[in-house]
């Protein structure tokens, strides 16, 4: 275990199989290995995955599994219990209705067990006679309510079930057996397993407005297991600061380049490079993942034939610009003096020598601006950084002696600016 000791606060790093300070354990793994040699029952035991000072500690089910020999698997139940049973909707009634599920901890409880947890997966089932549920998203709702489009045994937003993936569905062209509508009974059950979306918050039940239609829906405990291991960073996300260009997604004028975003093989394992060394985004930034954000990007909204690694660097890397920016940035004016190249600037001045052109009033929005790795291929605007009324205006001026360009920092967005108000 590493500590590092600013003022009187403690600050440690713990190796994924060492228990908290508090004395709590951070997931299941840890209360099974405390069982290790004796015989283990399944029970009700308190956690605390990210440790004193995170969010707070809460109970959940501790478990071992025959298929998952050698962990200790973390069940989260939802009000229905750890032996969910199927819940029965049939006609007539509602053509659209909403199951909810309600597991009784915060959405940042469930990210902290998610985060440390190397797997986790829910088991899902629909049994359906005369209803079509799968021929309009959502399928299922995400814990931070975003609209999925998968079942269990399918890849996130693949628009399939554990069928079609496995070549095994009733009728060979169909996507999913609850797609039929043609009086038999049908079943789609198996695993949703992106850890990132879990567990399920809703599931719609569709198609139960008339009398014969019926429908069994089972949504079992969410399961965790294992431990989160980093690997080397692989994509990357290159993030600056532009002047907005009206009507296109293109960057406008470059204003500041921020340090790259490397983004590793565990979740939230995300780096800073700036060019000297590579860090931890957190090790710069501790409160990077903390940091509100104006901007969403869907899973729904991304090519599906892109690589697992490139779906999670253009989901995060727009977020995580907007991100930066606002870290480094978004508590400044313009106004405000930095150090650059060992001299004391305005920042709006750096940006403008930065830009290299005139700006004029009224001027251009500061967008955070986002680029992918070639192999991922993809960029645009973020979000604006500042204020949205906050606007930079820069000025090309010919130096009289030199004949040199040189860009003044127009700070009023005055029409009329001269340069003798810049060198007196």
């Known amino acids: 275990m590493a500590c590092l000791k600013i003022s009187v606060v403690f600050f440690c790093v713990l190796s994924v199989h060492e228990v908290v300070g508090t004395g709590v354990p951070r997931s299941c793994e840890d209360v099974v290995r405390q069982y290790r040699g004796t015989v283990f029952k399944e029970g009700v035991h308190t956690i605390d995955p990210d440790g004193a000072g995170g969010v707070d500690a809460f109970q959940v089910t501790c478990a071992t599994r025959d298929d998952l020999p050698g962990h200790g698997v973390t069940l989260v139940p939802h009000a229905g219990g750890i032996v969910s049973q199927p819940k029965r909707y049939q006609g007539p009634g509602l053509f659209q209705q909403y199951a909810s599920f309600d597991y009784g901890l915060t959405k940042d409880q469930l990210d902290s067990l998610t985060r440390i947890s190397g797997k986790c997966r829910q088991f899902v089932q629909l049994s359906c006679h005369d209803a079509w549920n799968f021929h309009t998203n959502p399928w299922w709702v995400s814990r931070q309510g975003w609209d999925m489009t998968n079942w269990g045994g399918a890849p996130t937003n693949s628009s399939k079930c554990g069928c079609a993936i496995q070549n095994r569905c009733d009728m060979s062209n169909d996507q999913c057996n609850c797609h039929r509508d043609d009086g038999m009974w049908r079943v789609d059950a198996g695993y949703l397993d992106d850890k990132r979306y879990l567990p399920v918050k809703q599931v719609p039940i569709r198609d139960v407005d008339n009398s014969h239609e019926e429908v069994y829906l089972t949504v079992k405990p969410m399961e965790c297991y294992g431990v989160v291991t980093s690997g080397q960073p692989t994509e990357k996300c290159f993030c600056s600061l532009n002047a907005e260009v009206k009507g296109f997604t293109k960057a406008g004028p470059l ?170």
């Not at 090790?283 to 690589?307: C, E, G």
């Not at 920016?325 to 190249?341: D, E, G, P, R, V």
């Not at 010919?398 to 009329?416: A, D, H, M, T, Y």
């Open 255 to 424: 204003l500041f380049q921020l340090p790259d975003l490397i983004y590793g093989q565990g979740y939230n394992d995300v780096w800073i490079d700036d060019g000297n060394q590579k860090r931890k985004v957190t090790d710069v930034y501790p409160q990077f993942f903390n940091t509100r954000i104006r901007r969403q990007i869907l899973l729904s909204s991304l090519a599906h034939n892109k690589s697992p690694d490139c779906v999670r660097v253009l989901q995060n890397c727009p977020v995580d610009c907007e991100r930066l920016a606002k870290l480094k940035f978004a508590s400044m004016s313009l106004s405000t003096n930095i150090t650059n190249a060992g001299v004391q600037k305005a920042l709006g001045q750096v940006m403008c020598e930065n830009a290299g052109v005139t700006i004029p009033p009224p001027g251009s929005r500061i967008v955070a601006f986002y680029k992918t790795a070639p192999g991922c291929d993809s960029s645009g605007s973020s979000t604006y950084f500042h204020p949205d009324d906050t606007s930079i205006c820069c000025k090309e001026f010919i130096l009289p002696f030199s004949r040199q360009p040189f860009n003044v920092f127009n700070e009023k967005c005055s029409p009329n600016v001269d340069i003798s108000t810049i060198f007196g």
